[in-house]
Structures are given as C-alpha cells and as structure tokens.
C-alpha cells in the first residue's frame, strides 16, 4: 500500500460524499420551500425526491471503505487486498477515475438544476426527478469503480458490482426527458 494513496483516496472519496449530500440537501430543502409547494402538493413532492436508501448506503460503504483504508490500513485487509492489482500505472488510472467522478457530479448536478426551472414550468417533474436520480446513481457508481481500480480488493469488487447492478436497475425505471 502506498502512502499516498492513504492520504488522497479517502480526501477524494470524502469529499465526492460531502458534494453529493449537501447539494442534494440544499436542491431538495429548495425546491420544497420555494417552488414545487406552489405547484405540487406535499405528498407528491415527497414523492418525487424520495431519496433512494441503496445508493445512500453504496456511498456510505464506499465512503467508509476509503476512510479506513486511509486512517486504519490494517483493518483494510479484512476486505481481502489483491496484491498483484497493487501497481502504481493501475493506481493513477483509478485516481483519475476518482478525480473525473467528483468533475461528472458537479456537471450533472449544475446541469440538472439549470433544467429544474424549464420543468417547473410544465409542470412536469416526474420524468426529469427519474433521470436525476439516474445520473446521480451512475456518479455514485462511477466513484466506486475508481475506488475499487485504486484500492482493489475483493472488498471493493462486491461494492462495485453492486453499485454498477443498481445502476441497470435504475435505468431500467427511469423515464426519458
């Protein structure tokens, strides 16, 4: 394990969680007092942005691998390390990934709430809310990847797979714009 890899990882990871669950927060508390109670009534905005509990829990298990690989190596090796993927050329690739992740969901995320004004006036949030939700699961998704590239283990692996099955599952309920 590398030394700077135990700094930067949970850095990147941590701070990919942080953006994800304030501006959602901030997005959500938003919309709810300022625009959609106009429009919608309660029970349908709890509706539309019902947070979705799996890809909570994927970022938390992502975040709280990284965080003990990070301040508790040790404890790592409970999630089965693969040595022979322990190389520096395969460590940058899954750095880069980490770091174009934290690029994609700030985009999606800019992206999203420069669109929330056109939908709002339609009328029509609930097919945008779906795709929303996609983007932001194939994020999540994306960050665990590069996660599991950097720090493979086996660990890692079954967070990966599942995030990435999740994912298919999302895509396959969402509804185009």
């Known amino acids: 394990m590398n030394n ?57 298990l992502g975040t709280l691998v990284a965080v003990i690989y990070g301040m508790h190596p040790p404890t790592y090796n409970f999630l089965l390390p693969i040595e022979v993927l322990d190389r520096p050329g395969i460590n940058y690739t899954g750095l880069f990934i980490l770091k174009l992740s934290i690029m994609f ?17 339609k009328n029509n949030m609930e097919p945008f809310v779906s795709r929303v939700n996609l983007l932001l699961t194939a994020s999540i998704t994306f960050m665990l990847i590069g996660l599991f590239i950097t720090i493979s283990s086996i660990g ?22």
């Open 4 to 60: 700077w890899l135990e700094i930067f990882i949970p850095i990147f990871v941590v701070t990919f969680s942080i953006i994800y669950i304030a501006w959602n927060f901030v997005r959500n508390k938003k919309l709810r007092n300022n625009i959609l109670v106009k429009i919608f009534s309660e029970v349908e905005i709890t509706h539309l942005f019902k947070e979705n509990k799996i890809t909570l829990s994927l970022l938390f």
């Open 156 to 177: 890692t692996l079954l967070i990966a797979i599942f995030a990435s099955i999740h994912a298919k599952t999302v895509l396959n309920k969402s509804q185009p714009f």
């Open 105 to 121: 969901l700030v985009i999606v995320n800019i992206q999203c709430d420069l669109k929330i004004l056109d939908k709002l006036q």
